[in-house]
């Protein structure tokens, strides 16, 4: 009985990319979730055909051309893969958490009407962190007695109950306080990269078989197919095309220009 082979791959693995800015690889970072990352590579050769002889026959083969193509699935819509599937580039802005604790910009709300939702005016508030008082600060008012609170998509709003035992009345102006917790305000300004080019290494996790790493030295990445804004029997997707380049940042006698091939095993 032969020896069960250890060469069956199958299983998933890890995708890595290194953006290439004006001729440096970037940090690298995780790419994202994916479903799948597929390669196909296809060779060019010249031939010649030797017709010396009574019977025509091919007596040369010469390597003229090797290309390859990367498509990559993801189900992972963060703003790193928005702004690479649109060639964009990410503006956003981090705001730290108790960013506005103590500031009279929380601002003041004129009560206008009693039982009337009315939304505070900054994002991301802290809830448990809300006081509301009376303009001149001088009494301060109980949640779910003299108003309540809702949040939806993040904003809040406030709502001021008839009959609580503050006395809140219409045409009150109250004065609500509170901090923030910290977020990122996200902008994406689509399309200012003419191209997407960096380093893709694939770290594959076999169920069975030989853990390899892939690296993809130079890669051009497009956003391919429909992506779809709603869509309600599956995650929303992007696909990825790519072609293989060849490196300019190899430079050593031996080394492939175009990828390698890791891994090790127990003999």
């Known amino acids: 009985m032969s020896a069960q082979s250890k060469y069956y791959n199958t299983g998933g693995g890890e995708l890595y990319f290194s953006k290439l800015t004006n001729g440096a690889l970037e940090a690298e970072v995780a790419f994202g979730q994916t479903e799948n990352v597929t390669f196909s590579s296809e060779i060019e050769t010249l031939k010649h055909d030797n017709t010396e002889g009574a019977v025509t026959v091919e007596d040369l083969s010469i390597l003229?051309?090797?290309?390859?193509?990367?498509?990559?699935?993801?189900?992972?819509?963060?703003?790193d893969m928005l702004t690479r599937a649109f060639l964009g580039s990410d503006n956003s802005t981090a705001v730290i958490a108790n960013a506005i604790a103590g500031t009279a910009?929380?601002?003041?709300v004129t009560a206008t009407l009693l039982d009337t939702a009315y939304v505070i005016g900054v994002k991301h508030l802290d809830v448990a962190?809300?006081?509301?008082?009376?303009a001149t600060d001088t009494t301060t008012y109980t949640l779910d007695d003299d108003y309540s609170l809702s949040t939806v998509n993040n904003v809040t709003s406030i709502t001021f109950i008839t009959g609580g035992s503050g006395g809140i009345v219409a045409t009150d102006v109250i004065h609500v306080t509170a901090d923030n917790v910290a977020y990122n305000d996200i902008l994406i300004e689509a399309?200012?990269?003419a191209k997407l080019e960096g380093?893709?290494?694939?770290?594959?996790?076999?169920a069975n078989g030989v853990a390899y790493t892939y690296t993809f030295h130079k890669v051009?990445?497009?956003?391919?197919?429909?992506?779809a804004l709603k869509s309600a029997e599956e995650f929303t997707t992007v696909s990825f095309e790519g072609d293989m380049l060849s490196s300019e940042l190899i430079t050593g006698e031996g080394?492939?220009?175009?990828?390698?091939?890791e891994g090790s095993e127990v003999t």
């Not at 962190?129 to 009376?134: L, S």
């Not at 051009?220 to 992506?227: K, P, R, V, W």
């Not at 080394?255 to 091939?261: C, H, P, Q």
């Open 64 to 79: 003229k051309k090797v290309t390859g193509t990367l498509a990559i699935d993801t189900v992972e819509i963060s703003p």
């Open 105 to 108: 910009s929380l601002g003041f």
């Open 129 to 134: 962190t809300i006081v509301v008082k009376d």
């Open 191 to 193: 399309f200012i990269d």
């Open 199 to 206: 380093q893709l290494r694939f770290v594959s996790k076999p």
């Open 220 to 227: 051009s990445l497009l956003a391919s197919g429909d992506f």
């Open 255 to 261: 080394e492939s220009k175009l990828f390698k091939i």
